[in-house]
């Protein structure tokens, strides 16, 4: 059976795609459809915040795409040794809490040591969070993109824990992905599963994927891989057949396989 991953291919240099690893496990084809284009802004700001480690209680990030923002700052050498000369160290004696395995594998790629990974999504990261950090201490440090939910901000803003949000990316539709819609349904069929992987993922696809099914829409499996993305399939009037205990290629392979 054919699932469609409407996600970006893992990064050729880490070897091959842990979805459709998994997924393949359970001998369903899995194909990976880029939805989203991403555009860093505000990079020389990040990385004068980052220069001043002892201003912040620690950092936090929601998504991968913000590691990808200081690594692309990591890229200039004078950055990169001041970044491993001092940094790095001063950084590491504060947490930085992270959500999901993705962005903790990052984190590490960058010398810090994550914590909250099992967490998942944001509301559990906000309560891991508040378990940990005391009110009105000094601020955590949140590289984050410009539609970023403010699940996380409101529940920390309640317990008095101060939290400074600087937007570092900017998401928009990938130039690719009608295009890509089409020839994979005319070239593989309608899939028996399709996973959005994002809120946006559910924007910017739903419909598509609704007229290329046609009358066949209604046997496709749709699945979230977390309960913000399953909600914006239900506001968008979708039946969700299942939703990734954790935001991880083995839970989400064996939620689809279940489903199916």
Known sequence: ?????????????????????????????????????????????????LSHPESYGGLVFTSPRALEAIKICLKEKSKKEAWAKSLKQMWNIKPTYVVGKATASLVEEIGLTPQGEKSGNAEKLAEYICSREKANSSALLFPCGALKREVLPTVLREKGIALESLTVYQTSQHPDLQQSLSSYFSQQGVPACVVFFSPSGVKFCLQHIQKLSGDLINQVKLAAIGPSTAEALRGAGAAVSCTAGSPAAQELAAAVHRAL
């Open 1 to 49: 059976m054919k699932v469609l991953l409407l996600k970006d291919p893992k990064d050729k240099e880490s070897g091959p795609d842990p979805y459709i690893k998994e997924l393949g496990s359970y001998s369903l084809e899995a194909t990976l459809i880029p939805v989203l284009s991403f555009e860093f802004s505000s990079l020389d700001n990040l990385f004068e915040k």
